[in-house]
């Protein structure tokens, strides 16, 4: 079993969906939680950084942390074409760059006219 | 922008070769992660440089190793290689206290 389960779609929704990207995790050490962009054959682009449980926002974007069910969620609002990419989350155990990230396989996102 | 810059772009090796890889990360960013990405998966950690030294290795075999340099570039080295070595390699440079920010990535084909 993999540490960090994702699935990876496709996940097909109209312009203007509201979007809900999700991802599983078996290690309660896990303490960071960040989700990624990735456009098709570019490097991973960093959306949101949180840590232990709770919510964070940014625009368009929330993040969501339930430490206690290992379950982390992102969700996106007034989804539009240019949101069409995979979507990783990832996982550490310590802040900052020292620590190695687990990451999900991605969830392909296509946001249609 | 990131940043991160990784060169070459895309590269094309024979099996049993070998390969060298290079990123530049900013000034600042004393912290240095490398990746490989298989198509349809996530990033799978290789190992990480902190101040020129190894600072953590994934499940990766020593035939993949690497250098950090003062200038805050690094080289990923890949001897023997496989066919299964073909993926994305990303880089991702870190300052102290921050999680990490990766380059555009290097695709490399193995035949």
């Known amino acids: 079993q993999k540490e960090v389960e994702q699935d990876p779609g496709p996940l097909s929704v109209p312009e203007g969906a509201i979007v809900s990207l999700n991802c599983t995790y078996s290690?309660?050490?896990?303490?960071?939680f960040m989700w990624y962009r990735q456009y098709s054959r570019k490097g991973p682009e960093l959306l949101m950084y949180?840590?232990?449980?709770g919510n964070k926002e940014d625009g368009r974007f929330t993040a969501q942390v339930d430490k206690s069910s290992k379950y982390i969620s992102l969700f996106i609002r007034d989804s539009q074409p240019s949101d069409s990419a995979t979507y990783l989350c990832a996982m550490s155990f310590g802040a900052g760059g020292g620590n190695k990230l687990t990451f999900g396989t991605g969830t392909q996102l296509k946001v249609e006219l | 922008e990131t940043g991160v810059t990784q060169s070459p772009t895309h590269l094309i090796k024979t099996r049993g070769q070998q390969v060298t890889l290079r990123c530049s990360s900013q000034?600042?960013?004393?912290?240095v992660s490398w990746y490989q990405q298989a198509l349809g998966q996530g990033p799978q950690f290789i190992f990480q440089y902190y101040r020129e030294e190894e600072n953590g290795r994934g499940n990766f075999p020593p035939r993949f190793s690497g250098l950090q340099f003062p200038n805050y570039s690094s080289e990923l080295n890949v001897n023997a290689l496989e066919l299964d070595d073909s993926a994305l390699y990303l880089c991702a440079s870190s300052p102290e206290a921050d999680t990490q920010y990766f380059g555009p990535g290097t695709r490399l084909t193995v035949l």
């Open positions: 949180t840590y232990s449980s």
């Open positions: 000034s600042g960013h004393n912290t």
């Open positions: 290690n309660s050490a896990f303490q960071y």
